[in-house]
């Protein structure tokens, strides 16, 4: 499978440019340069930043440039510590992953997907001189199949604007149910050899978001281990009516190790060597509320797989945000866990 050169090893720093506060404090405060170094030393050789519209306009549309400003120091520490960066569009005026936000419309309006256009050639004019260095990724997780044929033709589109402004640089395009690896088929086909398909993988579900207070019917006290025992989690995602997530009846009785992993990748991993892409996963990883040893394995068996097909990715998440592994309970597991990103 063709790979991603620059961009095969990398953690998100997510909730710095998305998902928290915009003011300057938080900004100046949450990634700096010594984060940066810090990856480094750990043998990456890229972050994913995830961002908002709203750090490059106000709410009219009518662009701003503090989101340029941040991204333009994280492309310079970068650069001084060998680290590439991925920017992920995590949200756009009219969508988001996280429906709380209350974005609506951009799927069902020609005029907010103008908007995304346009917020895309500025950044493609920004960084397009960045061909090896810096990648985009046009929208963080869209949720409805019922949606394809339209995100099949906004990608395009975007694209090929894009292209008058950055013609190398890597692009990574999804596919609904939030990135599903099962979604990739549906995906056109890649527009040139610069394009990138990418996926999420937060499996067993019931192991990586356990008690997240953001799943509907999730039991907040709920617990369960990894690898664990099959049958109780067979037992258990019945219990939480979570069935339509993910249900186990497919798992062997043995439950879960890194083949579990192999079996989920590898028909995406065929599917791009029939296409000429390399296959990214953009984000993975394990919420903070299991324990840190249970987390290495999990890292260990995931990467193996990896290794394994030569897949390219990004875990989440770097700090904070539920899943980062550098937070304090972490420090036990931590200096053996960054060997398995």
Not at 149 to 154: A, F, H, L, P, S
Not at 185 to 192: E, F, G, N, V
Not at 304 to 325: P, Q
């Amino acid at each position: 499978m063709k790979e991603l050169t620059g961009f095969v090893k990398g953690i998100n720093f997510g909730g710095w440019l998305s998902q928290y506060s915009y003011d300057r404090d938080h900004l100046d405060s949450y990634i700096t340069e010594q984060d940066f170094k810090t990856v480094s030393a750990w043998g990456l050789d890229h972050v994913r930043i995830p961002v908002d519209y709203n750090v490059f306009e106000d709410a009219e549309g009518t662009p701003t440039d503090l989101g340029f400003e941040y991204l333009d120091k994280a492309a310079a520490w970068g650069e001084k510590y060998g680290v590439n960066i991925i920017i992920d569009l995590h949200k756009t005026y009219g969508y988001s992953y996280e429906v709380l936000y209350g974005e609506s419309g951009f799927f069902q309006s020609e005029k907010l997907q103008e908007r995304f256009f346009k917020l895309w050639e500025r950044i493609a004019a920004r960084y397009g001189s960045k061909r090896d260095t810096v990648a985009f990724e046009l929208l963080n997780e869209v949720n409805d199949k019922e949606l394809s044929d339209t995100w099949n033709r906004i990608i395009r589109t975007a694209i090929e604007r894009i292209r008058k402004l950055a013609p190398g640089n890597i692009i990574l395009v999804g596919g609904y149910w939030n990135n599903s690896i099962d979604a990739l088929h549906d995906l056109d086909l890649p527009y040139d050899d610069r394009i990138a398909y990418n996926f999420h993988c937060y499996d067993p579900f019931l192991f990586t978001h356990q008690a997240a207070y953001w799943v509907p019917q999730m039991n907040e006290s709920f617990r369960i281990s990894y690898p664990g025992d099959i049958n109780e989690y067979r037992i258990k995602v019945k219990e939480l009516d979570l069935t339509h997530i993910q249900d186990y009846t497919d798992i062997p009785d043995s439950g879960f190790d890194a083949s579990y992993f192999e079996g989920r990748f590898r028909n995406a991993v065929k599917l791009c060597e029939e296409r000429g892409c390399a296959l990214y996963c953009g984000e993975y990883g394990a919420i903070g509320l299991a324990s840190p040893e249970d987390i290495l394995r999990w890292y260990k068996d995931i990467n193996a797989a990896f290794v394994k097909f030569g897949i390219a990715r990004g875990a989440w998440a770097y700090k904070k945000v539920d899943f980062g592994i550098t937070e304090e309970k972490m420090n036990g597991v931590l200096p053996e866990l960054v060997r398995y990103l």
